[in-house]
């Protein structure tokens, strides 16, 4: 099986035109070079006929007996026989067929009542020879005047070279005016694809229909129509997704409190870890809704670049470290910034969700008196966020499986979900950033870092 | 002091105010912005917390015309959805402060607090934290009524965290706050002014340092 050729309209153009074009224009030198030799032909033998009649002007019915006087005078002779390019010979005979004046060698062609052209040979070369009957008095005379073919040779090889020369120049122009036609008509073609070509995977916006050939519209159309359709998909899912959280997170909450306040009632008496199990219960449970929650909401299939706008990311890194304050000072976890300004372009609550994630998961899984960092800044072309901890770290083949969702290292503290990774994995690709584990400084504990496109 | 809760779910507005009234406030609820208009209109209250979702105005309309009719009540709005364009259009239209469900009862308390404690120093310009009074008009510092002699940019330093109380303050702004008085303060010095703050505060105003971004008084609850 052979793959099939990669189609292309302007090679497809370019096949179907060139070579007909290509064709036709040698058909054109041919016929060119057919009439141009058969007017020349045509000239060079109504010169010939001409020398025949002015030979019949000079010859004289000497007497009755029939016998032909040629009354050509050397002078005429040498006049006849002038030509500097081809040799000329004539030949003048009577009827019963006897040389009067001439070349005995040049043979007559076999003459009906008009003149005749033929090809022929004498001394080695070709020549071209006409037969003129007359009669001189009564007598029918036959006069044959030949001439090598060196002039229309000559005369036909310089027609031919001009017509082949004038129709080449002809062909190339066309063939160059038909290739800069095809690349310059398939133009609007390409920029659609390299429109298309450049677009991010998520960008939904509609094409430009107005600068698109009529030929293409309707699958610029559709494409827009799709667009429209996942657009509305993507719509239609975050707004299912905020009504069940709504749904979800109301009596959560209804119930969180409710057991807030039993447990204060209860401290002391016997319902007391109950109640307090209860409490820790429902949290986890609320917080795997949430997360749940989000990692739906980050999910390619719900986010579209519509909302995407210039993020300040240091002070997102700021806000984050002020938002887990408090959880690190329970933890006895020492919690801090190193920020540069760094700007990318992204949904400020998709950020938001991924460096909550990053900074939880860090303060989870340090050990109290650890250390977690949070930065952003520029390195080169990347614009980054990054939550360095010095705690236990993550075992470089476990590094691509901790990004599974519901996946926890083996032994892992705490009672997460194993979808924190997973979500910070999502909205990093939602963002078209690179998401990189590595081990921290001096090869402890950890260092997350995401890689944006500077904004 | 009086909060007005608004909140249509019956299980959450139940915790809420047997919550807030376990801290000491009076409570009143209501089921909608209908009815918290109304109430609003004819008592006065300290703090109103309202839930975005209700049954028809929803809690951005009432606040929005909480703000258009003059009133400067704070506001705490709860919502379930943590969709930003709810959390910016809620600030916008003038809320305070702004917490997500499901929230920990005693966070929701704090905030309230905080809320209250704001507005009262910006109507009489006095500040208590804890054991630790602030007299934002004479410039005078008390703890357990007892006079503290701080220098003026002692007191701007700590003025400017109390009025931020529970917030990461930015050395920046701290700088700032002093640089009134002196063009040429190091970076250094807001680290000598707090210390000496601690010092002479004790534990009535733990401050504390948020390594690469500032400072924060915290809130001691009462």
Redesign the interface.
Known sequence: MTRPAESSVSRRLLRLLLLPLALLLGIGVFFDYVSGSATIRAAYDRALHEMALAVAAHLRDADADGRIDADLPPQAVAVLRADSVDSIYFAVRAGDGHLVSGDADLQALAAGNGSEFGDGHLHGEAIRLVTHPTMIGSTPVTITIAETTRKRTTAIRSILASVVLTDIVQLAGTLLLVWLGVRYGVRPLRALGEQIEQRSARDLAPLDRAQVPVEVRPLVHTLNALFETVRDSARAQQQFLADAAHQLRTPLTGIIAQLDLLAREASGNGFAPRVLALHEGTRRLAHTANQLLALARSERSATTHDDFAPVDLEALATDAVAQYLDRSLHARIDLGAETEPARTLGSLWLLRELLGNLVDNALAYTPAGGRVTVRSGVAGAVAFLEVEDDGPGIPADQRAHVRERFRRLPGSPGNGCGLGLAIVDEIAHAHDANFVITDGNDGRGTRARIEFRVA | MRILVVED????A???R??LG?AGYAVDHVDSAERAGTALGAESFDLAVVDI?LPGADGLALLQRMRRGGSAVPVLILT?????ADRVSALDLGADDYLV??????E?VARSRALIRRSRSAASAELVIGALRLDLAARRAEVDGTAVSLTRREWAVLECLALNIG??V?KDRLLQAIANWDEDIGANAIEVYVSRLRTKLGGAAPI?T????GY?LDDAPG
């Open positions: 779910d019956a299980l959450v139940d915790a809420i047997r919550g376990e979702g379930a959805r943590d969709a930003l469900k499901p929230f920990a009862l005693p929701l917030r990461v930015a504390r948020v390594r690469g971004l924060r």
